[in-house]
Each structure stands twice: as C-alpha cells, then as structure tokens.
C-alpha cells in the first residue's frame, strides 16, 4: 500500500507558466487536502475536498485551483506561477469527516518559481 | 488564520531528558491532534485528544488538554536523537467539515 503519492518530488518553474501538482491516495478517503509550508509560517491550508465533487477554500486559495473527480485524486494547479509560490507543497488525506480524524500527509514536492 | 500556536518555537534538550511542548489555540474545539514532521518529510500523527478528554498517553508521549485554558501539552519522556523534528498541534472546529487549522510548530533538536 503506498499511502498518499506525489509528482513531481521538486519542480523549477518559470514565472508565467502553469503548473499541476498531482496527488494520489490508495486509502478510499473520503477528504484530501493541500497545504504550503513556508518556513517561520507553518503549515497553511490552500483547498480540501471533503468527498469526491466537492471542493472548498482554504485559508490562502488565491492563485490556486483543485478538482475532485474521483476519490483517489486531488490535483492542484497553478494558473500562472509567481515566485512567491515557491514553497513545499503537501497534499493530505483523512478517512471521513474535515477534521475528526487524523490526516494522511505525501511526501511533498519543493516546488521553486523563478 | 492560525489558531494553534506552539510554544517554545525551538527546544534543545539533551538525550535521555523530558521534551515538553505547548499549543494554545482561541476558540473552541473538537479535538486538538499532534503532528511531528522530520526534516523534508511529511507530517506524521502521534495523538488525537478530544475535547471531553484531558490527559492522552501513547508509548512515550503524554498530551494533556485545558479547555477552560484553552491550552495543551505533549511531553515526550526520556528523548533520543531520534526525536529530533518538528512538532504540530492541530486543532479541529466543532464543525465537522471544517479542516483542522495547524500551527507553527516547535522544532525539537535533542543532542546525544
């Protein structure tokens, strides 16, 4: 079972371009997530899905776009980069409700947009 | 916004001592979780307290929970270098379909 996977593992981008950052769970959750890490910022929600064909705003969305068409995939896309996209970005799931139960986090990917 | 917020930010301590760690957060909660996130990885869950509970224990690890002070606290005991990472708290709104809201996080180091 490999759990949450992520691609790529690190991206360089120009700016202006667009991005799609890919996300898969084995687990059958029901709620995935996508959070940036900014060093001295913590942890911050981007957009999460609490079921397949439903999506929601996190806490720093702008810039951002995500879809839920199945299950198992979450991709998060970047219309047109800006550097200060650059962050490590980590997609989570969790097996039911947002936020009763503990999330699931992938590896990451170090994406850097010069 | 952030609600959880970790305290120390850093913590040296020296192998074989007690790590304690503190979150507060604002607004009432569901449950308050613990995450810890070694060094470019993802983050991993240790605990889960809920909100009718006040003190967790899991292996090494001890969470308390204050409502009434809205605070908790993950005591890791007899540390090894091993514990060296990051650690999270995360607090879940009473809404059930609202995410958990993480903090900062406290970066442990312990030097063997």
């Known amino acids: 079972i490999a759990g949450i996977t992520q691609a790529p593992t690190s991206q360089i981008l120009a700016a202006g371009r667009r991005m799609t950052l890919r996300c898969t769970q084995d687990m059958r959750h029901n709620a995935m997530y996508w959070y940036r890490q900014d060093l001295g910022l913590g942890l911050r929600l981007i957009h999460y899905s609490n079921t397949a064909g439903t999506t929601g705003k996190g806490e720093v969305p702008d810039g951002y776009s995500v879809s839920r068409a199945n299950t198992d995939d979450f991709p998060l896309t970047l219309a047109s980069a800006v550097p200060s996209q650059t962050s490590v970005y980590f997609c989570a799931s969790s097996p039911g409700g947002a936020s009763y139960n503990e999330q699931f986090f992938g590896p990451g990917t170090r994406l850097t947009v010069l | 916004s952030q609600q959880g917020e970790e305290d120390p930010q850093a913590l040296s301590i020296q192998e074989g001592e007690n790590a304690t760690m503190n979150c507060s957060y604002k607004t009432s909660i569901n449950n308050l979780q613990w995450y810890r996130q070694n060094s470019g990885r993802g983050l991993v869950h240790l605990i889960l307290i809920r909100s009718n509970e006040r003190e967790k224990h899991s292996g090494r690890l001890r969470v308390t929970l204050d409502t009434s002070k809205k605070s908790s606290s993950l005591l890791i005991t007899a540390s090894r270098a091993a514990d060296t990472a990051s650690y999270f708290c995360?607090?879940?709104?009473?809404?059930?379909?609202?995410?958990?809201?993480f903090g900062k996080g406290t970066r442990l180091s312990v030097i063997a």
């Open positions: 995360a607090t879940a709104p009473f809404s059930g379909n609202t995410p958990l809201v």
